[in-house]
């Protein structure tokens, strides 16, 4: 953990030694509380990221692909004392075998993966490989199958230590032909339940491209099951020219702590192998919660989060790079 809590909930001048434990108590008496069915924060930026969706997509661009994701909130400085949150995700993948199958990895480096009853933020830590097999049969038709496997430090509460190690597992499959592009994966399956509070989600994810005169318009839908709750996300995005591309998306499964999300996205192709893009969440908000006593307060305000994308792309000689990617 980033702090030993000693900050989150200062002394205020005038309060009694005796008010000031108490507050404390309670504090500590609500962080140790069970975390449930949160999803891992790598999931909530598939806009830019998909791979931390489904492993099948790993090498499937026919490029070397980089992808590197900068979240804050806020963006600059202000906001509520102590909501503040910074992260950072990386994807690297590539085909292999003549484009038979991929490889690539997965990391982030996170300060709010998971919900507290308290509302306090938990760190979190990752690294995953993925590999991908192809298999093409009939004219245009491919099914791509994904593993992934990996680490994530997770933090730990009322135990020994600040931290601990878990392994997690995940699945993907996903067919595609031409424009329309149909997945089902579950990447975040912790072998620690106890750790994780991943509860094996599963994903279903639909999409079909649209080519309108030079413009293209991706239409597309994430759905994810878990612990007995379905939730849906729908997004488009409108490239004019290759060029330039607006997006909207609306993620009921979440941007933040599990809170719904309407996510505004702006992308810049830089050339065939260099793109860089910006998306900002309508609806999130901050929270602090204050315990005193047996009560608590909250305060609460609009910030959502911030995020800044980049992907750079190396070409492999097999002429895909020339290919525009959605």
């Not at 504090?27 to 598939?46: D, G, H, K, N, T």
Request: aromatic residues 14%.
């Amino acid at each position: 953990m980033e702090s030993d809590g000693s900050n989150l909930n200062p002394k205020p001048f005038g309060m009694s030694y005796c008010q000031f434990c108490m507050r404390k108590f309670f504090f500590l008496l609500c962080l140790s509380l069970p975390i449930f069915a949160q999803q891992e924060s790598l999931r909530m930026v598939y806009p830019f990221m998909p791979l931390g969706i489904n492993p099948a997509m790993a090498g499937g661009k026919g490029v070397a692909s980089m992808t590197g994701i900068y979240r804050k909130k806020p963006l600059f400085q202000g906001g509520i004392t102590n909501t503040a949150s910074s992260q950072q995700y990386f994807s690297f993948d590539m085909p292999i075998a003549q484009e038979k199958g991929g490889i690539g990895f997965l990391a982030y480096n996170t300060d709010q993966s998971y919900a507290l009853v308290s509302g306090g933020i938990a760190a979190n830590l990752g690294l995953a490989a993925v590999a991908a097999k192809n298999i093409a049969w009939g004219r245009g038709n491919n099914i791509r199958i994904g593993l992934q496997a990996g680490l994530n430090q997770y933090p730990i509460i009322g135990k020994s230590g600040t931290s601990v190690l878990g392994g997690h597992y995940g699945w993907g499959l996903q067919y595609e032909r031409a424009d329309l592009q149909v997945g089902v994966s579950s990447p975040a399956n912790s072998f620690e339940s106890s750790y994780g509070s991943l509860n094996k989600p599963l994903y279903l994810t639909g999409q079909y491209i649209l080519h309108v005169s030079q413009h293209t318009l991706k239409l597309g839908t994430l759905i994810r099951s878990q612990q007995e709750s379905t939730k849906a996300d729908y997004y488009a995005v409108f490239w004019m020219k290759e060029k330039l591309g607006l997006g909207i998306w609306y993620q009921e499964t979440g941007s933040e702590l599990g809170s719904k999300a309407l996510l505004g996205s702006l992308e810049v192709a830089l050339g065939k192998n260099f793109r860089v893009g910006y998306a900002y969440d309508f609806l999130g908000e901050s929270t602090a919660y204050y315990p005193a006593g047996f009560g608590s307060s909250a305060s609460t305000e609009r910030a959502g989060f911030h995020q800044l994308f980049i992907r750079y792309e190396i070409d492999l000689g097999n002429g895909k790079i020339a290919e525009f990617r959605h």
